[in-house]
């Protein structure tokens, strides 16, 4: 699969059998069928396998710190809210290292679609417990066995009442890319935690077993009722796939709200400096 | 009764004390804006504690014919506030101090008071809030000054109050006018300090006010931050004129969110600032690091606060310049600035945008609480700085990491040009792609690392004082410089000239001479550990043995600075 | 009221009318209610106004950095379980600044006690926005008013099946200082988040505001079902107090957990080197 | 075919490289382990990308007749895993260097390859897999040793396996063996370096070995941290030891929180460490200022790799020797060791624990990737230390930070005792209780500063190699040890010696007639701004201004110190 977002020859990083070479397809696919031009994306993304990822799609790209994709994410929405942002990083990187960024950029309510690579493992680092971890599980760290309480970031997100709340699985790349799509055009915030099968380090959470224990929401499931898509988000004996949550009562985006934009519609850059004023707020220190 | 000094014809320092909350951020203001628009010279700074209510603040005042620019330790004139504030004080009153205030606070104290019964008066006037208004008044009656701007004054602050409330504020202020009046006219106290209407045209602002300007003047429009003493009041002033002035203002949830807000602003364009003090900008260096490797700009308001640890929270110190200047793993360059006078600030501030957007590297503002709170009028603010705007517009080929001879290459930002803009904190080619190619590691290095030379040829030069023919040199940086140099004029001596820095780091070759031609070389910090000696060591080779430092949490009186000064010029 | 956690004569820095004064008072008393020994107690807090609480009870204390209290307490509880361990802040303290150790804390489950004085402000730096001031509200950084999303503590705590959650407001105390003390008593981790109102810098969320916008739930409450606590959670209109929930599935504790010690129940400072082990391991690298 | 040097009677360094996931590792651990036990002097190391499969990854096992303990650039016996494998190392091939490879991979290289079927001959054994043991069996052959070790060894490497797989694998060794054995007695390869049935004896363990046993010996029961390259493997090694040594072990969600637990640990009685690398340390300055302000020990190891930023995270570098020393806001003493070899690395790790108990202070061991990945055998591991316990049991009246002679206060832990702990990141007074008392400021500056004085008084001498009457000079810290020691050894100049620093800060006034004495000094750093120099400059007053740097992410070789020295030795 080639489209105008594939870099041609590219020795891709990431280890045979991966999960994260599905997301890449589909997130190429998704950006393309949604016709967006490659100057006016900018991928976000933080330290990691799943960090790499902008690596491999050709739109401008921001590969920061480790965690720190969001904050550079919102920055980038609100200095010019006409570029289309997407913050893209691993489990570890978003919840762990992330976790404080993760919830306030869930309050502000950026208009951002922040794509979480979740193969419930620190894959870059070479196999150490991630939040998702499953409690039980030995790891190269663990070797006893992991005992906190895996992070739940659906139901985070949604006892946050963010805007839009989805999970998916990257073997599935149809359905995975129509929910990309959805969060893409989406206004205001919006997550997709994506399952994703590390073949190298996470032995017990494969490809098998993300088919196993996961199901799609039915077509009748009404997401855009908290308490229902929270009881959703509980759910761990099988987890539920597609959108759990779109809040409806937030209208207004993060950019909607700086009153840097209330009578300037431009973004930042194409502002001058307005000398002038400046001036004559300085003369008022007479 | 001694016989004290009751008559101020040149100069004289009245400081204000009492509790957080008893309004003395209020009689400060009005005073010194009255003063000030009466003719006066005026130069006002405070302390306080890290407390809303209660404990002991104090402001000093200084009023002069002369536009001095800093302050000396002994108290001309005391307003105690609370029965505390004496106490507060107490080193700093001599046998001249006048004690003024209301004896209903002090019934048993060891200090002559002259009483003024603010608090009946007050509460004659209906309510005992205006006991500040009422102090206003009797303050400016010392003066022999009339009452027409503080009314003025009054008229507008309350202008979205009820008349009431103006009416009653008014009359507070004539009360206090009346009873400070009957001092001046019993000549019990005097301040016959000749005032000057030009100064009303002089320009009277903070520290603080002038970073925020300087920030507008160089073309910030974004600032992330989290608030943390005394760096906030910049965020604050940023967030007054974010409307009419299109700043895109957020308070982050931490200072990590905060600085990689701000890098991700620039790479979208923006102009940015972070504010913050020691401790948050501590979480910061791994944001530091990264706008060095990614060369994307930042510009960082340290305002400087006593440390380790939460520290003193309120008060000053310079103790924070080598974690400005080595805070952040791995190798590449920076630019440290540290405003000196309210003079220069706006200019310097600005600067701070242009050099970051020019170098592509991180630029620190390196303030601290005594610079941000004082204020003094003058009349000359360096406003002469233009944008110098560095992005281009990307063409279809853009490679953001291009070499070049100068180390230098054309930052494009995403959106704006045919040009993808990739960044990567990775080492990275010229395309910003991750690489781990050796040789493209050591380029790339050379590169980053190449802008240092660049940056050294337009150093602000230190500001030179005094004769060329010198056996001593004071040194100072940042804060200091009012007091240094006030003090230095009070020493008057012909050997010992002055040289202050503004911009900290890196420093200039043309320094070495003038350090190699004293004989003699004291250097002035406010800390413990004369961190710009050290770094002058690194920079030129020399090393300063002779050092005045302090770092009590209070900054440098003159009176202290000209016994010490003289003390080390003296005995070579 | 006077216990032996009282210290005699000492200036304290919050403001007149603050709702602290009513905090201390109740934690001085559930201390005292519960005999626990001022040797075996340590405070933790952070920065701000709550978080000098500390310095006002007679027991040991760490006054560390500004939202970093949990890592803290939860280091100290690791170290010598023995010790009652109570980590106390603001909310700007304890979701703001230190919001990352909250989540990852609660997914511990680690045997300590967390108490949030949540006045909807930033007390100590002079009244900027907190995570948790209601949108609309204007502050002295906020001119134009609050836009983000409120942070809810509760839902949060709850999403991640905290141990013990409850809501207070410091206004009652002697309700207060009954949940204070089954949290103290609950085994794992407890979070009380408790209404405070601040005299100078939030003059919309006053006494008189929390007590017409707080009810407690009644006796028939049943707090240990999540979806139900979820939903008391949500509600803003008023705001429900009282534990809200206890997760009756959280057996272990983070101690618990801790392999150092499944043979050895000293904590560790009353252990010694063992040299002939460490010897014997180095032994093996021939 | 030229006639290539295919004898090898002292010295020889083998390097086999190929994909991440190859397992390459596993080929290293048994030989290295098999040759040590055959009675070999064996030095190890090896360089690898920062991905999980693919890329090139290549280890060096340098054979020798003496104890060498550093290595050479060049090349003798390559063995290529796969087809990218040559060009990885192609500039380190010479004439004579002999490649070894499955001609399979190499159909149209420009290469000679002598050629081994490993994989045909894995397959025939039944999979692929076990090439890498015909590898080491057929490389053990070219020693002319047997295959008794080495069979033991997978014997018990595979004992909780399945018998067919220790069959298979003794099989594939011996098959490898065999075709090694065949070059061997036809002369292509030899390799006749005397072995000495003592060297089993030896120990052999690598810098991350040294680490993890130092925290052990120093009494280590508690660690934090978040997993970072290539600090994590001290993390990792500790958590294997938890269980039996009763330590508690957490990762953390983040170094903030890493750090701040290590303090927590501490103050209740833990002897904590922390293991990070540069980025994740640049989050930890406001902690390494808490435990300065707090007087709370903390031991942080910082694993130096190439920045600034993500920079090259499996590579190395001495880049973070600044950051070291300063970061952290305000002023407070630290200590900073920079372990140098594997004898000293045990007992220097173990003694930073002591010193932050002893002092009360941050300490930070600053190793690099090069360090921790490098293995030689050495009969001498320094183990003399003793667990000096500085807690106290407190009485009713304890006051954590009573003022004393030498700056430091008992320090006891709550729970131990009837006094109370108490702690404040503000100023604060003897009790542990906040205050904002000028005088108690200075006074617990001075305390908290004074204790510099006294860690200098037991600063850990530098190593002098060479004759006291030199000419030339070189100085070295941390990880360059061996290879400066041994690149000396070579160039065997009696007018050239060498100073090596194991603590790096503070720096002891012992030091500077080392330095006066020289006509010539030379530092050498694998970093490119010469950062220990600048610390000498402020520490000495002495400027440096040779420098051989390296910064490419690789450590240095043998040969290009004895080159870059003889020429900077040379033209004075
Ligand atoms: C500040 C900091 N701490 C730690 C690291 C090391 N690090 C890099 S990636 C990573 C975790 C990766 O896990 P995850 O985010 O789940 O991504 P994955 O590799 O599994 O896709 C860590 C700990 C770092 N680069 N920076
Ligand atoms: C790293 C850091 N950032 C910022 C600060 C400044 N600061 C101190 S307290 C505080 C907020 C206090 O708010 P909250 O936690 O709600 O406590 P309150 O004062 O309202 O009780 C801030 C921002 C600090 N001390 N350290
Ligand atoms: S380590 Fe795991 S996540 Fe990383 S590339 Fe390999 S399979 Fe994918
Ligand atoms: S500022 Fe607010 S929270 Fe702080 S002491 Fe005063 S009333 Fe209490
Ligand atoms: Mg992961
Ligand atoms: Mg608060």
């Known amino acids: 699969m080639n489209n105008k977002f594939t870099i041609q020859g590219q020795d891709i990083a990431w280890c045979p059998g991966c999960g994260n070479f599905s997301i890449l397809e589909t997130i190429k696919t998704a950006l393309d069928e949604l016709s967006l031009e490659r100057e006016n994306i900018v991928m976000v993304s933080g330290i990691g396998q799943a960090a790499k990822m902008p690596q491999y799609i050709d739109t401008n790209f921001f590969n920061g710190l480790h965690g720190r994709a969001l904050p550079v994410a919102t920055a980038i929405k609100a200095t010019n809210p006409n570029l289309t942002v997407v913050a893209e990083s691993g489990e570890g990187d978003m919840y762990g290292e992330g976790g404080n960024h993760f919830i306030h950029t869930i309050r502000r309510n950026v208009n951002l679609t922040n794509i979480v690579h979740n193969n419930m493992i620190y894959g870059l680092t070479k196999g150490q417990a991630s939040p998702t971890t499953q409690v039980g599980m030995k790891t190269t760290l663990q070797i006893f066995g992991v005992t906190n309480e895996p992070f739940n970031p659906m139901a985070v997100a949604i006892s946050l009442g963010a805007s839009f709340v989805a999970r998916a699985f990257s073997g599935d790349k149809e359905i995975t890319k129509e929910i990309i799509k959805k969060a893409i055009l989406h206004k205001g915030y919006s997550i997709v935690d994506i399952f994703q099968p590390c073949v190298s380090f996470n032995k017990i959470n494969s490809f098998k077993w993300f088919k196993e224990n996961t199901y799609y929401l039915d077509d009748n499931y009404d997401p855009t009722n908290q308490i229902e898509a929270f009881k959703k988000a509980l759910e761990t004996d099988k987890f539920p796939l597609g959108v759990l949550f779109i809040n409806e009562d937030r209208k207004t985006s993060f950019e909607d709200n700086l009153v840097a934009y209330e009578d300037n519609k431009l973004p930042l850059f194409e502002r001058g400096r307005d000398l002038e004023s400046v001036k004559l707020l300085i003369e008022k220190m007479k | ?572």
């Not at chain 2, 205006?130 to 009452?147: D, K, R, W």
């Not at chain 2, 604050?236 to 701000?262: P, R, Y």
């Not at chain 2, 920079?539 to 000209?562: A, C, D, P």
């Open chain 2, 1 to 572: 009764m001694n016989k004290k000094k009751n008559l101020f014809s040149k100069d004289v320092s009245i400081v204000l004390c009492g509790k957080a909350g008893q309004g003395i951020k209020t009689i400060e203001l009005i005073l010194v804006h009255v003063l000030k628009q009466s003719g006066y010279n005026v130069f006002s700074t405070k302390e306080y504690m890290s407390r809303v209510r209660g404990g002991s603040n104090s402001t000093i005042i200084r009023v002069s014919d002369k536009n001095v620019k800093s302050m000396k330790n002994k108290i001309d004139i005391l307003i105690p506030l609370d029965n505390q504030a004496i106490d507060h004080v107490s080193d700093r009153l001599s046998e001249d101090t006048i004690i003024l205030g209301d004896k209903e606070l002090f019934k048993d104290t060891k200090y002559e008071i002259i009483s003024i019964p603010f608090i009946k008066t007050a509460k004659e006037i209906g309510n005992k809030i205006y006991e500040n208004i009422v102090a206003c008044g009797a303050i400016l009656a010392l003066f022999n000054n009339n009452l027409e701007i503080l009314n003025e004054y009054i008229t507008n602050k309350f202008k979205t109050k009820s008349n009431d409330i103006i009416k009653d504020n008014i009359a507070a202020a004539k009360k206090g006018y009346e009873l400070g009046k009957e001092l001046y006219d019993n000549s019990i106290i005097r301040i016959d300090i000749a005032s000057n209407p030009e100064i009303k045209n002089d320009y009277f602002l903070n520290g603080n006010d002038t970073i925020g300007f300087g920030a507008l003047m160089g073309g910030c429009n974004f600032i992330s931050s989290y608030p943390m003493s005394p760096g906030t009041g910049v965020l604050t002033f940023l967030s007054e004129h974010s409307k009419e002035m299109g700043i895109v203002v957020e308070q982050a949830e931490d200072e990590i969110s905060a600085v990689n807000m701000s890098i991700g602003a620039w790479y979208a364009g923006a102009r940015a600032l972070v504010t913050t003090s020691g401790g948050g900008f501590a979480l910061m260096g791994e944001g530091i690091s990264l706008s060095g490797v990614l060369e994307t700009p930042t510009v960082i308001h340290l305002a400087q606060r006593p440390g380790p640890g939460t520290g003193l929270p309120t008060r000053t110190e310079q103790g924070d310049l080598e974690v400005a200047l080595y805070s952040g793993h791995g190798e590449f360059p920076r630019i440290i600035l540290a405003p000196s006078s309210i003079e220069n600030t706006i200019k310097l501030t600005a600067e701070a945008f242009n050099l970051a957007d020019k170098y592509q590297s991180p630029v620190i503002i390196l303030s601290d609480q005594y610079f941000l709170d004082t204020f003094y009028n003058t009349k000359n603010l360096n406003l002469d700085t233009e944008i110098q705007n560095h992005i281009i517009k990307t063409e279809k080929d853009y490679k953001r990491y291009e070499v070049s001879d100068s180390g230098i290459s054309k930052r494009g930002i995403p959106g704006f040009g045919k040009g993808l803009v990739r960044v990567d904190s990775d080492e990275h080619d010229e395309e910003g792609r991750i690489t781990e190619d050796m040789g493209v590691r050591v380029t790339m290095t050379d590169k980053r690392l190449k802008k240092l030379d660049l940056i050294k040829e337009s150093i602000i030069d230190p500001i030179f004082t005094g004769s060329q023919d010198y056996d001593t040199l004071v040194i100072g940086w940042g804060s200091t410089y009012n007091v240094i140099k006030e003090a230095l004029e009070e020493i008057d001596n012909k050997k010992i000239s002055y040289l202050h820095f503004e911009q900290v780091y890196p420093i200039s070759n043309k320094v070495k001479p003038y350090l190699k031609k004293a004989k003699n070389i004291i250097i002035i910090e406010n800390n413990a550990t004369a961190q710009f000696s050290k770094l002058l060591c690194i920079s030129t080779g020399i090393e300063i043995k002779n050092t005045i430092l302090k770092y009590n949490g209070i900054h440098f009186y003159q009176e202290e600075l000209v016994l010490k000064i003289n003390e080390l010029a003296g005995d070579k």
